[in-house]
């Protein structure tokens, strides 16, 4: 299987949208928040999003298999 | 002839013990006694220990004192004290993974896997050790337990999450302790610490009844102030076991007897780009390193930066998955550095995990066919050498960088697809630094081979700090 990089335009989400996904995420995940975790919060997801979005730049074929139980 | 003082065992190798105990020089007992008396005497500084098994220990070298007076085999690690990284079950402890919430947990019943097969080799387990709150950390801190210390200057980290385990093995405490890594938990603090680890294969160590923490990445394995020990260790850990679903049924590959075949053949390369040094002590222990083995050529691995960005993803995801029902319930109860990365994490789209772990089949076999060409890597193990506890950030070039997210950004993107690596401590003066020996998968023996090369040349080595 072939991957290559691509560049392609992937905004990060802005920052209503981050506050947005944490309150509905909170919902969906049954979470209680308390006000004075949110900037922590906020501060790791948009690192992990970050993270995510050049992963995500990187072309690869629709055949490629995550690796489940993963062998070396 | 019984003629060994208790400090002749002062930061002697684990072989020297076993042979020490296996000819009658000493018995079992006098060797525990003298490690708890260290113990007491240098924890308190270090901050390794969370439980000393003290009555379980001294019990145990009385039975392999009295197996070999009946002239039963008691293995080659026969008196060897160890301790293991407070994520392993130790029957009768509450595994604490690190954390305050595991502290209401019952005890365990029945040791981890691999405390199993040292003892049956004749190694006598002395205790649990500090580590990370729930391995989500590299810096060896921990809110609930205070930060371990690193032995060479107590005012800085010992590195982590195995923090504990690289302090005390740093330290002289015990000659062998275990550890885990799941994204450099092992590497990093053996680089602070100045001593030498081993990440073994993804699978090739049962990680049966221990804490988990990310288990598409989390690997164990063993720290030691020498190669030899390093191997000692692994070989009697290592087996198939049904009970860990990511064991692979790989056949024990002793590694020991192999140690002082010629390494002089083996191809060692430099990993260049992200890898690059840009620092004082990486650059030099990496070239001291390299030269030390012939090493006169670099080797890319591609899309290492993308890799250490698909391992921060999974692992956010997974250990959030982990924890989601305790992040309901007992949330007040978690270090809040680790509680939000956690909540954080459990917000992640799944999309993006699945896309991180697609990328990751893809990436492993791009890396793997580098070792076509040659034997082994090298690359740096930490970009600096051990910060001051508390610090937040580090230089790194021109840039200032945070010290919790990125001491591990040379290690991620190597356990990230199980690669075996042996971390060497070269010795700077005052703080040594680590370098990682990289091999393919299931090559344990290529990158001890190699780091036993280095230490017989003098290159690397485990400085004895000074108390």
Redesign the interface.
Known sequence: MKGRKTVRQSPLPKRDAIDSLVVASAQALRLTLDPSWEAGIKFNLQLILRHAALVDEFSLTDDAEPAAIFHA | MLDMLATDFDFMPAAEIAAAVGSGRSTALAVIEATLARIRERDPLLNSFTAVTEQRALLRAEAIDAMRTRGEAIGPLAGVPFAVKNLFDVSGLSTLAGSKINRDMPPATRDAALIERLEAAGAILVGALNMGEYAYDFTGENSHDGASRNPHDHERMSGGSSGGSGAAVGGGLVPLALGSDTNGSIRVPSSLCGIFGLKP???RLTRARTFPFVA?LDHLGPFARSVRDLALAYDAMQGSDAED??C?GRPVEPVTPLLQQDADGLRVAVAAGYFKCNSGETCYAIDRVSAALGANRDVEIP?A??A???A??IT?AEGASLH?NR??TL??DFD??V???L???????AS???????????Y??QVVKLFDEVDAILAPATPCTAPLIGQQTFRRGDAELPVR?NLGLYTQPISF???PVVAVPVPLVPLPIGVQIIAA??REDVALRLAYALEVKGVVAAMRPVF
């Open positions: 294969t993804y699978g598409s679903p990511a692979a899309q930066e993308r250490r960005s698909a921060f993803v956010a989601l992040l309901r949330a007040r809040p550095a509680r939000d990365r909540i954080a994490g459990a917000m992640t789209p993006l995990v699945v896309k991180a772990q697609k990328f990751r089949r893809w492993r076999d997210a697809i199980g690669l998968p299931w």
